[in-house]
Nanobody, 130 residues
């Protein structure tokens, strides 16, 4: 059974940091592009970041560049999202997802077009207070 379990969300003040984790089971990272997307109440889904299965390339939506860092631990089949300098506009439910077809170059755009990932998990709430 494939599972993606996200954790690490919480309530932080603006300028604070959080590290999200996504533990995957039932499939190998080597075959998928793994990433994060978020959705805030009343807003469209937004791709945040991803890491490519084939070459380890990463991509970020412009609003989080220089603040967020994606990484993986293949031994643990876990993907992380280190989020620094958090802003109130980062408040959303964050989901991790995996897809065999998407690449680092296509993840952000596809997410905004409501692409259906191969796998995604329950989200974790991130709330940034002003």
């Amino acid at each position: 059974e494939v599972q993606l379990q996200a954790s690490g969300g919480g309530l932080v003040p603006a300028g604070g940091s959080l590290r999200l984790s996504c533990a995957a089971s039932g499939f190998s990272f080597d075959d998928y592009t793994i990433g994060w997307f978020r959705q805030a109440p009343g807003k469209e889904r937004e791709g945040v970041s991803c890491i490519s299965k084939s070459d380890g390339r990463t991509n970020y939506v412009g609003s989080v560049k220089e603040r967020f860092t994606i990484s993986t631990d293949k031994d643990k089949n876990t993907v992380y999202l280190q989020m620094n300098s958090l802003k109130p506009e980062d408040t959303a439910v964050y989901y991790c997802a995996a897809d065999r077809f998407l690449t680092a170059a296509t993840w952000i755009v596809a997410t905004g077009a409501n692409y259906e990932f191969d796998y995604w998990g329950q989200g974790t709430q991130v709330t940034v207070s002003s």
